[in-house]
């Protein structure tokens, strides 16, 4: 009820307490079926949406637990008890506080309906510019409140990733929201703050779907009580709130919302405005909001199942139209979520964003956020294996180990062990086991290594002491030199790690030069290893983890880079997120039928040329791939690969694509149906600078063919 738009007024002020028995713009956000009509449809459809599954108490990185799930969703009273619960970030903007926010909230008033195509009478008092030009407010306002939370994020954690625990302690009192313009944010704590901006926007998103003919199905004749319906089954690209851009050329024509008059005139038929009521609109001659609406139902709140639309929804009198706007809007909503996470990392980087997001879904995050242990194996730029201990990911402190230098320095000033981000104990060689004086921890290496790594001594080290860090906390970062020793034996110990919940990464450097190898190798031979070869990367990709080519030495940052975007554990980041595609590395990656596309970002600059390179590794396995540019929320090239088409994906980004905005670019890689395909399968992926990159790839793919071992390499 935004519509009050002089929310001083005593008027306003004893008509708030009337309406708040009689709310009823968008889904429901009360709990009153007998008189207002309402479920609790956000509340419920935000659950359905990011409510762990049933007894998980723990989030994978994209469900919310249940005390931060309470704050976005809200938590309902006992039915017919006005007043009671909370109605959470994702009804804040039908809250009374003091008014409502306005129709750009809810996307009304973008009606339209073309009466020339439909052959009816007159003309309609909106054109179809008109309509977009209200749901390009309606957009920008969504995106508005998105920015807003991504914005309030950045309090959750300082400069060095470390949680700000009055930021994020919600276990004494629940996350109040309110009146975004006076307040901004600044008495809030950060993660009610950034969870009230989402869930803002959110309601919008939600809204849309109850309020527009985008889902819904209708049958001729049309007219103002109805509209044709869209009966979409796709979610629109126009709602993608990290973009932009104009929306014009992406909105449909006969898209429409409901023109909302206000509660005293909404009803079947447009009227003119009602004198009493401030902010309220004339609708004469359009279609209504009560015309459109599918506000009204009973939906589960676990599996978004609907029944009993209504009351006072005739939209829904067409048997799936209430289902088709709730389940639109349940996938529209992880859709968004997936966005913000997106955002959050982009805007603040993997490392600081990876623990603002785990924050934000945990309920006790300066527990569950930090502690990792990582196993780094390599044969490749030294010949050692150390064990470390940190309490976040962080690429450079990687690096220094994986180049020998240890991290024992202890938590520091003003912090304790829970909340440091340097390492909870030490670091050293992987082996035998002693305690140090501190009672640290410390690991010598017991032998030499023998040629290529022993992902076996790893495990084993790493399931020791699993109260402290649970496997799932723990990960194996590899780097060789070596193809092809103990292949079996490696494979069952990736499979086993897989199964503890050990994330293992695998980064293959060239090997050294030694033609001798290569005369011995027969055909079979180096078939049988290919095979093996994609049972390591399958075993690996199952894990969680990348399996990546590095062209050179000097790739070692970027694959670091590319696993912490990844997710150096299970508690690092969800599987659902865009990974960074970082330039020196050939990037393994699985699609399966049942999996959402596998997803990439990267940056462009205007002075060298980009090379994007996308190739199966499968036989018989057919992609879909599609690069995106994200803030100007346009496909730049779209490609069918593998049989019958192009063997390889290859775009170039050259100066006149990329743009002086935001350079941020998007890679989706989805698996093909059709006759003679396989289902799931394995590709490669690259991105290449060049002049700069040129020689080195080119070099490294001359010795990768050579040893006739590693996978294919992209021509470059
Ligand atoms: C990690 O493992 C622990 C102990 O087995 C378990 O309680 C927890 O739920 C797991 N976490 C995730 C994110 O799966
Ligand atoms: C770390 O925790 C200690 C004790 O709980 C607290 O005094 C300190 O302010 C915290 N530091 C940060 C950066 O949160
Ligand atoms: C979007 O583009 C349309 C058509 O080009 C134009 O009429 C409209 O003014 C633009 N909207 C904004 C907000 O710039
Ligand atoms: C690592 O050790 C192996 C076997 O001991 C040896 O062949 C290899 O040259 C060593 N590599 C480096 C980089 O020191
Ligand atoms: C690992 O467990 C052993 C005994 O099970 C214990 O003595 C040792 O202190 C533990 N290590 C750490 C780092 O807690
Ligand atoms: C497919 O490959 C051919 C030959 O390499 C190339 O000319 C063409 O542009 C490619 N098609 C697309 C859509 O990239």
Partial sequence: MKRRRNPTSLFALLLSCVIRSDLALGFGTINEPEVVGQHCEHERITRAAFACPPGVTTSDGRCFEELSLHQLAGRSGPEGHVGWGTNGAVGAPDMLDPTPEGPEAHCDNADFLDTEAHGLKGEYPRTREEATAQLQVCTNHMRLRFLEGVDAADRIVDHHARIVVPEVDISGSDCRFSFPELQMHWFSRGKCSAIEGFGRALHGIQDFYAHSNWADEAKPPY?????????MNKIPVFLDLRAENNITDQVPHDLSTGCFGGIMTDGPEGKAGHPLEPGSLDCTGRVTHHTLNKDNGIIDY??????????????????????????????????????????????YGKERGNIIICALIRDNPTHDCYGRRVAMLQDALRNTSRIAEMQIPIQAWLLQEIEGTAHDEGPGEGLTAENSTKSLGSSGELGDEETDDKGHFVKKLQHPPHEGLDVGVALKALRHNATIFPTNKTAIIALTKTRNKNLDE????????????????FGLLPPPRSPSDESDATHED????????????????????????????DAVPSFLDHVVSRGLTQYDNARDTA???????????????????????????????????VHPITPKLSLHVCMRHVRRNVVLKELDIGLDGNATFRAELGIGDVPRTDAWFELEVAHVEGGGLVGSGLFEVSIATEDVERYHSSKAVGEAVETGVAPKHNEL
Avoid: C, M
């Fill in 579 to 613: 990974t960074l595609l970082a330039a020196g590395l050939s990037i393994s990656d699985y699609v399966t039928p049942e999996s959402e596309p596998r997803r990439f970002s990267f940056d462009a600059s205007e002075l060298d040329n980009a090379i994007i390179s």
């Fill in 302 to 347: 676990i599996t978004g199942k609907t029944t009993k639309p209504g009351p006072n929804t005739p939209r829904s009198d067409i048997p799936g139209n209430f289902e088709r706007a709730v389940s639109a809007a349940i996938k529209d909503s992880r859709r968004q979520w997936r966005y913000f996470r997106e955002q959050i990392r982009r805007t």
């Fill in 490 to 505: 490696q494979i069952a110990h990736v499979w086993h790690a897989g199964d503890e919940g050990i994330r293992v990464h």
């Fill in 223 to 231: 007219g103002l009580s109805n509209p044709p319906g869209l009966k």
């Fill in 526 to 553: 180096a078939a049988l290893t290919k095979a093996k070869e994609q049972d390591l990367i399958t075993g690996v990709l199952r894990t969680g983890g990348t399996y990546s080519i590095l062209h050179n030495e």
